[in-house]
């Protein structure tokens, strides 16, 4: 019996190794990655994304009806004229889209970065979240 174990890069690194074969490689802006989770709770959506190096300002958080968009630039510095054995800490400009499952309200979400971790609590909108409808007995 054959196991295939993958990774969440798997797909990435395999489109990014097509991409290098192409001619105008050298040309293409980088784009970056970063990974997210998304746990679902009674009343909201905790959403939590690998964010290292960015600063809030430099982060834009946009939700429409019940897609969440997080786009964003991870800034790498590197030296032209070193020799680099290894380089590979990501860089680039991201945008990341998920659409949640119910409606959210974008008025009362909360988010917060720490020590590279983005954080965000999107409640879920009044008409999506369960109603106890009480029976009169006649």
């Given amino acids: 019996m054959t196991y295939y174990l993958t990774t969440p890069y798997a797909h990435r690194m395999r489109r990014l190794m097509q991409q290098m074969m192409e001619p105008e490689?050298?040309?293409?802006e980088r784009q970056a990655f970063i990974p997210m989770d998304v746990k679902a709770e009674d009343d909201a959506?905790?959403?939590t994304a690998l964010v290292p190096g960015i600063k809030a300002d430099?982060?834009?958080?946009?939700i429409v009806n019940e897609t969440l968009t997080i786009q964003g630039e991870l800034k790498n510095e590197r030296d032209e004229n070193?020799?680099?054995?290894l380089s590979e800490r990501p860089s680039g400009k991201f945008n990341r889209s998920l659409t949640m499952p119910e409606p959210l309200d974008a008025?009362?979400?909360e988010a917060e970065i720490e020590?590279?971790?983005?954080t965000l609590r999107i409640p879920k909108a009044?008409?999506?979240?369960?109603k106890?409808?009480?029976?009169?007995?006649k």
């Fill in 107 to 109: 008025s009362k979400v």
């Fill in 115 to 118: 020590n590279g971790i983005l």
């Fill in 132 to 137: 106890t409808i009480k029976v009169i007995t």
């Fill in 126 to 130: 009044e008409e999506a979240k369960p």
């Fill in 58 to 62: 430099d982060l834009s958080i946009q």
């Fill in 82 to 85: 070193a020799n680099y054995l």
């Fill in 45 to 47: 959506y905790v959403v």
């Fill in 25 to 28: 490689w050298e040309n293409q």
